[in-house]
């Protein structure tokens, strides 16, 4: 699963690729529905199957190299632009492909390819729980190879884990993926405002009281990596341009955009709809410990700190979310950003749908039930679906915003 460290794509004599069509991502091994149910519920409501496409991705690529290596961008332009034949399409992204498709929105609508090509051919974006500002596990997957998933079990995940695939050789594997990079928590203290009672730091070492916030979070990752791979995040167009290429690999203090843009593109006829869960314990920030003489593993997550007032578990930091992907990543662009004009210059409609996750106990559903609003889970949860059919029938215009979290009070005094 590893890709070339230095190309970010297939190393030499191996070729893994994603398999297609629809019935590639209905189920996973042998039964585990991932967008069965959404297929499903579209049939249910008298559409045709022949309406429904599906275009999968190798998730372990960062956006140019997907484009680099297997033409994506173009093969998406090619089969938006067949369904639309037929009659408006709808885009229906879910995690990464959030991303992934504002990285398409900006090579589309660059001024030496097609300049309003969205405007004529997307009716409708369906951002369903994507991570628009990162996820702070990107940064603990990248530091140390470990996170949530792995501390909750304590010393015997450590065991178990390092007995199956060692601590260091997960973090150089994680490493090569460059969609990890894509998702690194977006370097501005600002959108990472934490809720009352959440801790409003990235990164906090316990013996030394060393507490820091993203911008400084991402600095010690540059640290610790080295020069090659501070690099390596900036050919990425990542948001941070090492100014030492020799060194460390420090950060300019001028900023430029993400690997993918934020800005929506000229498109009034287009309407955007941001679904995704909400009340479900989220992991925003890490407490770590220097191991000191470990040329391998200089950091580890400290999984025996515990803080129920700081919502600090096995060495985690949790707030409000999906499970995955925090709050504000979820939902300050949708709630804030495109509603400015600066991020949404065509004054296109966006409605935000929050769905309060509400898992039945994990003996009767160990995936939560109908109404589980986890990151993955939420395919199956039937509001959604309701919410997904009438957008992608056509009848958007009858959902409003529907708010069950803090977010509105979060991000009056977030401007970026």
């Given at each position: ?80 632009e067949s369904m639309t034949q037929r009659r408006p399409t709808a885009v229906v992204t879910h995690s990464y492909a959030s991303l992934l498709f504002l990285a398409f929105l ?311």
């Amino acid at each position: 699963m590893a890709l070339d460290p230095n190309t970010g794509t297939d190393p030499e004599n191996v070729a893994v690729r994603s398999v297609s069509g629809l019935e590639a991502v209905e189920s996973l091994l042998g039964g585990y529905e991932v967008w069965a149910r959404a297929t499903q519920a579209w049939i249910a409501e008298g559409h045709g199957v022949d309406g429904l496409s599906a275009l999968t991705f190798d998730w372990r690529l960062a956006p140019e190299a997907l484009d680099k290596r297997d033409a994506y961008f173009s093969r998406m332009r090619a089969r938006i632009e067949s369904m639309t034949q037929r009659r408006p399409t709808a885009v229906v992204t879910h995690s990464y492909a959030s991303l992934l498709f504002l990285a398409f929105l900006r090579w589309i609508e660059s001024p030496q390819r097609q300049p309003g090509w969205t405007d004529k051919n997307v009716k409708a974006w369906v951002n369903l729980a994507g991570p628009i500002f990162g996820v702070p596990k990107a940064l603990s997957a990248l530091l140390s190879g470990e996170m949530k998933d792995s501390a909750v079990m304590g010393e015997l995940g450590v065991f178990l884990s390092n007995a199956v695939v060692p601590a260091q050789e997960r973090t150089k594997l994680f490493r090569t993926w460059g969609s990890l990079l894509t998702m690194l928590p977006w370097p501005d203290n600002r959108v990472w405002t934490a809720a009352p009672g959440e801790s409003d730091c990235m990164l906090r070492f316990g013996k030394e009281g060393d507490e820091r916030k993203t911008e400084d979070a991402l600095r010690l990752l540059w640290n610790v990596t080295g020069s090659e791979y501070a690099t390596r995040c900036w050919e990425h167009r990542w948001a941070f341009k090492p100014v030492e290429h020799k060194g460390h690999g420090d950060l300019e203090d001028e900023q430029i955009s993400g690997p993918y843009g934020l800005t929506l593109p000229d498109a009034p006829n287009m309407e955007v709809y941001c679904l995704y869960g909400v009340g479900k314990p989220t992991e925003r920030g890490y407490e770590y410990m220097w191991q000191p003489g470990n040329i391998d593993q200089p950091l580890r997550l400290n999984a025996t700190a515990h803080n129920p007032e700081k919502q600090l578990q096995y060495g985690v930091y949790l707030g409000d979310g999906d499970g995955t992907v925090p709050l504000m990543s979820l939902g300050y662009m949708c709630n804030k950003g495109w509603r400015t004009k600066k991020y949404n210059p065509a004054g296109m409609r966006v409605v935000t749908r929050e769905y309060k996750h509400n898992p039945v106990h994990f003996l009767k559903d160990m995936r939560g039930g109908p109404f589980s609003a986890d990151h993955v889970d939420i395919l199956l949860n039937e509001d959604m679906l309701a919410d997904l059919v009438t957008i992608t029938g056509g009848d958007g215009n009858q959902l409003e915003d529907d708010i069950h979290s803090a977010i509105e009070e979060l991000v009056k005094e977030v401007d970026i």
